[in-house]
């Protein structure tokens, strides 16, 4: 059975705000009610990576969401730059290609060793949410539809030696039957069943039935940010997490 604190560390705060003000106000209000902090491109690019820094050092762990796809040898050096930095979790893009993720892992576990510190969990964005089967087919020329290149992308990453993957709530299941135990899941698109808006998620689900089918962590940002009590709707979440695992 899993303990209140193993479900804490699931639950990832996406820190989708503007200022490093608001985002250590959320970690400060918030770090003793989720696991981890995602610090995407909408922040970063607005406060530089200063911000990782800071976040750790209010004890936060972070998830540095930067989706990084380019040549193997410029995705390294931003993974072993993120290794430095001491991030928790990093992310690529599986469609990358098999060199660049091996380079990526590579360059993670190199650093870890030279530097004596602990290797980032290495994830692989497989096929957007956002993207559909007529954008996949008509736009981009895969011919594949989206579960099955999802699920052999992430075969793809886990044989680069990639830790795990993001996926929509909707894969999990093919993916961990594919990739098996080991692989890390996350996935975004929680929304607790009383959240009242769906925003601009389309496949959602509920924290509980993400962790029940498979996933690791998950990521929920406006739900909590916008809640009137963010710590109350983050305890409420994990208590729903207890009862499912009971
Ligand atoms: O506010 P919400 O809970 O929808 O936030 C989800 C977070 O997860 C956002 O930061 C969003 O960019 C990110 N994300 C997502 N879907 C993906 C990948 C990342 O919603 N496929």
Redesign the pocket.
């Known amino acids: 059975m899993q303990t209140k604190e193993d479900l804490k560390q699931k639950v990832c705060l996406?820190l989708?705000v503007d200022s490093s003000r608001q985002a250590l106000e959320l970690v400060k209000l918030m770090r003793d009610h989720v696991g981890m902090f995602?610090i995407?491109?909408?922040l970063f690019t607005k406060v530089g990576p200063k911000i990782i820094e800071d976040v750790r050092k209010l004890g936060g762990e972070v998830f540095l969401?930067l989706?990084y796809h380019d040549i193997p040898n410029t995705v390294a050096n931003a993974v072993r730059m993120a290794t430095r930095m001491g991030v928790y979790l990093v992310n690529i893009h599986a469609s990358g290609g098999l060199d660049m993720m091996y380079a990526a892992v590579m360059a993670a576990t190199s650093e870890a060793k030279d530097k004596q510190i602990r290797k980032p969990i290495l994830l692989a964005?497989t096929v957007?949410?956002?993207l559909t089967n007529r954008i996949l087919s008509e736009e981009l020329r895969i011919k594949h539809d989206v579960l099955s290149q999802v699920v052999h992308l992430a075969e793809l990453a886990k044989s680069a030696g990639v830790d795990g993957c993001?996926?929509?709530p909707k894969e999990i299941v093919a993916i961990r039957e594919a990739c098996g135990s080991d692989f890390v899941i996350l996935?975004?698109?929680?929304?607790p069943t009383w959240a009242a808006e769906k925003?601009?998620?389309k496949r959602i689900t509920t924290p509980a039935k993400a962790v029940k089918a498979g996933a690791d962590y998950i990521?929920?940002?406006?739900?909590?940010?916008?809640a009137a009590s963010p710590t109350e709707a983050a305890r409420k979440i994990i208590e729903e997490l207890i009862q499912d695992s009971e």
Not at 187 to 191: A, E, L, Q, V
Not at 219 to 226: A, N, Q, T
């Open positions: 996406a989708d995602k995407g491109s909408h969401d989706k964005v957007l949410t956002s993001v996926a929509s996935t975004p698109g929680i929304r925003d601009d998620q990521v929920i940002g406006r739900p909590l940010i916008k």
